[in-house]
């Protein structure tokens, strides 16, 4: 593996936009380095930004990312990034549950809805489709 990246290479075998890429550069998340006009990407960086996008896909927000990277660099140790990062998984977890929790509900009602309907058009002797 190289040791240094372009925007393109690491927008490719992410499947992001550059764009995304420089977007988290904005928002502080990434620091790559540079040659002339060009941006040019460490391991490290690589390693962040597969970060960024695994805690975005498990629901956490760019500024939650942010505190766990930033624990990391302060705290090599990774001790307290460890308990910061349990408390957040615990949290995420609750709310997941409660919506999955609500969506049961949501789905009941609507399989419910359904029923009524699909007896209302047979009393009606007409079928539910067209």
């Given at each position: 593996m190289p040791e240094t990246f372009t925007i393109t290479q690491l927008s490719e075998e992410f499947s992001i936009t550059p764009r995304a890429i420089r977007f988290y550069e904005d928002q502080h998340l990434l620091t790559p380095a540079r040659e002339g006009m060009n941006r040019v990407y460490?391991?490290?960086?690589?390693?962040?930004?597969?970060?960024?996008?695994?805690?975005?896909r498990l629901g956490f927000s760019l500024a939650e990312i942010k505190e766990f990277l930033d624990?990391?660099?302060?705290?090599?140790?990774?001790?307290?990034?460890?308990?910061?990062?349990?408390?957040?998984?615990?949290s995420r977890v609750a709310q997941l549950?409660?919506?999955?929790?609500?969506?049961?509900?949501?789905l009941d009602e609507l399989r419910d809805i359904e029923a009524q309907v699909l007896s209302a058009l047979a009393t009606k002797s007409v079928e539910a489709t067209g």
């Open positions: 460490s391991y490290r960086d690589r390693g962040r930004l597969k970060l960024i996008l695994r805690g975005k624990l990391y660099d302060a705290d090599h140790t990774q001790v307290e990034q460890l308990r910061q990062l349990r408390l957040a998984v615990a549950e409660s919506q999955l929790s609500d969506l049961m509900v949501t």
